[in-house]
């Protein structure tokens, strides 16, 4: 995914770096489309989100959450 993209991760593929068939993934994922939510829901549970729930000012709180996504964008460059 890294050097390829999000695009590019396929069942096939991931299954055939895990050494394994397409098939054993479908007990985990039921589709490609649920394979990138979870790789997603996964990088993005990066960002720090305790800035959206801190007390002080909501600019200074909001500055700090796009800080860390956008942090988290540069660290997975194929999210963005």
Do not use: C, F
């Not at 489309?33 to 989100?49: K, N, Q, R």
């Not at 959206?52 to 600019?59: E, M």
Request: aromatic fraction near 6%; avoid cysteine.
């Amino acid at each position: 995914m890294k050097v390829e993209g999000l695009q590019r991760v396929t069942m096939r593929r991931l299954a055939q770096e895990l050494d394994t068939g397409p098939a054993s993934l479908y007990v985990y994922v039921a589709n490609v489309a649920e394979l990138h939510a979870a790789i997603l829901e996964e990088l993005l549970g990066e960002v720090d989100l305790s800035p959206a729930v801190a007390s002080g000012d909501w600019r200074e709180r909001i500055e700090a959450l796009l800080a860390s996504y956008i942090e988290v964008l540069y660290a997975h460059t194929s999210l963005a």
